[in-house]
């Protein structure tokens, strides 16, 4: 209420957010894993910029050395076929959902029981390919909210993120070129690319805590856009 009775300014609307992070582990035995080199420090950034910003965050997250951020709901996964698993229960009570996770393309067919021995001088392992999480959104999920997918590229930054928005439902493809040295992966700082369906946007080399806040202003922009 104001000061004369009438009422004060609304509320921002409240939207529940899933936000995947960190990367996933394939194990070869009961002590070898596969996986990759995100920290998952962005996906923790921006959930905890939602959960500031008042909104109702999941974060489903692969194993890193990160603290969970305070106001949010936290869900740990380690494979892909976890996080697949635990994405496809979420996904629809969400209105947006961000994937940022740098989950596993391939995971062995196979896992040892024992720890494998080195013996031979070569060792071949086959690989079988992972349910992709953020195709699946869309098409066997069937999310309708705000889809928005990260993109770790080394070459063609923008056309291959152009191809992920298309192939995947995308509404927003936040791309990265991880090849510069500095950002991306195991860095604290980062320099993004918003690929939208008609434009592009380039957010500047920033910290990934800055970035997130931007990141966070851009996402509700777009989602609330939809809404209208």
Not at 23 to 39: A, C, G, K, Q
Request: with cysteine; proline share 6%; aromatic share 4%.
């Amino acid at each position: 209420m104001t000061s004369d009775g009438g009422p004060g300014p609304s509320a921002p609307h409240t939207v529940n957010i899933l936000v995947t992070a960190g990367p996933t582990r394939e194990p070869l035995d009961p002590v070898r894993f596969i996986s990759n080199r995100s920290s998952g420090k962005m996906g923790y950034e921006l959930a905890a910029a939602f959960a500031h910003a008042g909104h109702m965050v999941l974060l489903l997250s692969g194993p890193t050395a990160l603290d969970v951020p305070d106001g949010i709901d936290f869900l740990p996964v380690e494979t892909a076929a976890e996080m697949h698993a635990a994405v496809s229960h979420h996904i629809g009570s969400m209105d947006i959902a961000i994937f940022a996770a740098a989950v596993a393309d391939y995971t062995p067919a196979a896992i040892a029981p024992q720890k494998l021995k080195k013996s031979a001088d070569t060792l071949t392992l086959e690989l079988v390919k992972t349910s992709d999480i953020l195709g699946s959104a869309r098409t066997v999920f069937g999310f309708t909210g705000t889809l928005v997918g990260f993109a770790a590229e080394t070459e063609n930054l923008e056309a291959n993120a152009r191809g992920k928005l298309t192939r995947k439902g995308c509404d927003l493809v936040v791309a990265n070129d991880v090849s510069k040295p500095g950002i991306g992966f195991d860095s604290n700082h980062n320099e993004v690319l918003l690929v939208y369906p008609n434009h592009n946007e380039a957010l500047p080399l920033a910290s990934k805590h800055d970035l997130a806040h931007q990141l966070v202003q851009a996402i509700l922009e777009l989602h609330l856009s939809q809404r209208l």
